[in-house]
């Protein structure tokens, strides 16, 4: 139960820091949240009605963002068609990696934004180099991502809901890293 509230906790804080900064209406939740995707789900299958219950109370940050987020999943399904309808569903290795850059890319935003909010950003010069390496590490890894597809013959309409996804991404962290 710990490891699901250090989850909670990290998600339940990066909603309070999008409350701060005014951003409430729930797709621009979904976009800015979008790396804690693979987080919700762990606790969502790991864990008992009861321990749910327990972290939404404890976290309301996350009991938002988690009923934004079923709210949004059952809106999806009840539409006649989506843009992915017909797609291939992904490989485990690929599910493994698009999850991997999902839980990044809320790494650097969390640390990037833990960063501007302390104000002397000189102080932490070793953390913010540190930070930058994991960001190009991660750009590179999408791009093995991407690469991956294209190898493995994705169909163009994936490699396009693939950019659109990780595009948004790309460009929040980069304003985020200034």
């Known amino acids: ?7 909670a906790a990290k998600i ?11 951003v409430s209406e729930a797709h621009a939740v979904i976009n800015r949240m979008m790396g804690y995707v693979p987080d919700l789900h762990r606790i ?39 843009p992915y309808d017909g797609m291939a569903e992904f490989s ?4 493994q990696m698009g999850a ?12 990037y934004q833990a960063f ?3 104000g002397n950003l000189q102080v932490f010069r070793p953390q913010l180099d540190e930070l930058g390496r994991l960001h190009r590490q991660w750009l590179s890894d999408l ?5 991956s597809l294209r190898a493995q013959g994705a169909e163009p309409k994936v490699l396009e809901y693939v950019n659109e996804v990780f595009g948004r991404l ?6 985020l890293a200034g």
Not at 12 to 22: F, R, S, V
């Open 1 to 7: 139960m710990n490891e699901f509230r250090r989850l």
């Open 12 to 22: 339940d804080q990066h909603m309070q820091q999008l409350a701060a900064q005014g």
């Open 44 to 82: 969502w299958v790991g864990t008992t009605d009861q321990q749910l219950m327990a972290l939404s109370r404890e976290f309301p940050g996350f009991y938002r963002y988690a009923r934004i987020m079923e709210e949004a999943s059952e809106a999806e399904r009840n539409k006649a068609s989506r």
């Open 92 to 95: 485990e290795q690929h599910k």
């Open 100 to 111: 991997q850059l999902l839980t990044t890319a809320a790494t650097l935003e969390r640390g």
């Open 116 to 118: 501007r909010a302390s």
């Open 143 to 147: 791009d093995a991502f991407k690469d």
């Open 170 to 175: 790309v460009e929040h962290i980069k304003q």
